[in-house]
């Protein structure tokens, strides 16, 4: 059974679960919005997180002058695939650094090698 949370407290759990990432790497993050989000977009309601933007890797000397990357966290299907608050905590830290991770370069199959599938 999904496990019935507010928009108030899950959005206490992303900010918690930034929280957590080490100072070092938030200070390196540029240019980027994290964002909690009822829904994913139409087609995909599996989806947990989504990064869209231009990877710190990928910037280049003609990057500027773009609106801010986003991190997109969704509350619902976080909230479907969980049995209580606490497998929240765990899968909404899950979903932050993976989407996190992406900002940094780093690609799925190796968020999947490093166990942060």
């Given amino acids: 059974m999904p496990v019935t949370m507010s928009k108030e407290r899950f959005e206490e759990?992303?900010?918690?679960?930034?929280?957590?990432?080490?100072?070092?790497?938030?200070?390196?993050?540029?240019?980027?919005?994290?964002?909690?989000?009822?829904d994913p977009p139409a087609g995909e309601?599996?989806?947990l997180g989504l990064y869209e933007g231009y990877s710190l890797t990928e910037r280049g000397w003609d990057y500027?002058?773009?609106?801010?990357?986003?991190?997109?966290?969704?509350?619902?299907p976080?909230?479907?695939?969980c049995d209580?608050?606490?497998?929240v905590v765990d899968e909404v830290a899950i979903t932050v650094v993976h989407e996190i991770a992406h900002h940094f370069g780093?690609?799925?199959?190796?968020?999947?090698?490093?166990?942060?599938?």
């Fill in 106 to 117: 780093i690609d799925d199959r190796k968020l999947h090698a490093l166990g942060w599938g």
């Fill in 84 to 87: 209580d608050e606490d497998d």
């Fill in 45 to 47: 309601p599996d989806l």
């Fill in 64 to 76: 500027s002058g773009v609106l801010p990357d986003r991190i997109s966290i969704y509350r619902n």
């Fill in 13 to 38: 759990l992303v900010g918690e679960a930034l929280d957590e990432v080490p100072e070092e790497l938030l200070d390196l993050m540029d240019n980027v919005v994290i964002l909690v989000v009822d």
């Fill in 78 to 81: 976080i909230l479907a695939i």
